[in-house]
């Protein structure tokens, strides 16, 4: 069974820098294919992605917010840590990770993957 | 990158059939996901690679494509069904990822 948890401050500063950690079981972040992405909803708006790590270290970030945010995995811990910088409050929001595989598709003729299973979230509310 | 639109809400009465749209450009050439996201729980994907069904998902819960939009379809919606649904695609790449703007369900 695959389960991931998100865990880091309730509460920054604006201005200030942002840690998260996901710490999942039931995958290795060494297995080929397999990545670990977060994804973020403020309150009452869509969900939003951020960024994204696989197996081999190869990264993905959203083209708008990649200049504030850094992605890494411990894989001997079974960690992903998402760091955002510069922090605002239209960042206030539940910050998810999740589970990802890369599988290449017939069909697509290239590799997909989906977000499945996340965790259950960390709100982060950025005030002064 | 490009946007996925959908309505901003939806609703039916029980036992009636829900359907919730998902357009955007670059859908033909991508795969779309749903999920459904319930106050204070975690999103579930319900629907993969536009109409595949994850194990433990209701069978009332079918996905289907035409050219340019992706459709969620809730057959004989039940209360447990009220959530918001989004959808989700990616660039032909896969280098980025994109979630619809959420369409809130309501079942009364």
């Known amino acids: 069974q695959i389960t991931l948890k998100e865990s880091g401050p309730p509460l920054v500063k604006p201005t200030q820098t942002l840690t998260l950690t996901c710490t999942f079981s039931g995958f290795s972040l060494s297995s080929s294919g397999v990545g670990v992405g977060w994804i973020r909803q403020p309150p009452g708006k869509a969900l939003e992605w951020l960024a994204l790590i696989y197996w081999d270290d190869d990264k993905r970030y959203n083209p708008s917010l990649m200049h504030r945010l850094t992605i890494t995995k411990d894989t001997s811990k079974n960690q992903v840590v998402l760091i955002m910088t510069n922090m605002e409050p239209v960042d206030t929001g539940t910050y998810f990770c999740?589970?990802?595989?890369?599988?290449?598709?017939?069909?697509?003729?290239?590799?997909?993957?989906?977000?499945?299973?996340w965790g259950q979230g960390a709100l982060v509310t950025v005030s002064s | 990158s490009y946007e996925l639109t959908q309505p901003p809400s939806v609703s039916v009465s029980p036992g009636q059939t829900a359907t919730i749209t998902c357009s955007g450009g670059a859908l033909p050439e991508q795969y779309v996901y749903w999920y459904q996201k319930k106050p204070g729980l975690a999103p579930v994907l319900i629907i993969y690679k536009d109409f595949e069904r994850p194990s433990g998902i209701p069978e009332r819960f079918s996905g289907s494509t035409s050219a340019t939009a992706a459709t969620l379809t809730i057959s004989g919606a039940q209360a447990e069904d009220e959530a918001d649904y989004y959808c989700h695609s990616a660039d032909k790449r896969h280098t980025w990822y994109v979630f619809g703007g959420g369409t809130r369900l309501t079942v009364l």
């Open positions: 999740a589970h990802t595989t890369s599988v290449f598709d017939s069909i697509m003729m290239g590799p997909i993957n989906w977000f499945d299973p």
